[in-house]
């Protein structure tokens, strides 16, 4: 078992930043790779960005170069850094932890980009 716990969402302004926070426990020596999905109300969950245990990245097209995502091996942790936030940005932002046969879902946390 994996447990997730993200944090940093919020309402932050459009232009803003904000850094969200997701501190795995439990048996994460079998990850493989930890994602970042969002959903926005009444939309399907999507991906965000992924790091893979070799460190490898991926992201959608809509945000790249504004988003980054990162991860701090020794605390457990990864990280999305998203710059330049846009109203489309809003949503509830999941932390996602898979090995090779089960993925794990965060409670999720709320970003809302508004002014």
């Known amino acids: 078992q994996v447990q997730l716990v993200e944090s940093g969402g919020g309402l932050v302004q459009p232009g803003g930043s904000l850094r969200l926070s997701c501190a795995a426990s439990?048996?994460?020596?079998?990850?493989?790779?930890m994602r970042w999905y969002r959903q926005a109300p009444g939309k399907q969950r999507d991906l965000v960005a992924g790091i893979t245990s070799s460190g490898s990245t991926n992201y959608a097209d809509s945000v790249k170069g504004r988003f980054t995502i990162s991860r701090d091996s020794a605390k457990n942790a990864v990280y999305l850094q998203m710059n330049s936030l846009k109203p489309e940005d809003t949503a509830v932002y999941y932390c996602n932890a898979a090995t090779t046969t089960i993925a794990y879902w965060g409670q999720g946390t709320q970003v809302t980009v508004s002014s």
């Open positions: 439990g048996s994460i020596f079998r990850l493989i790779a």
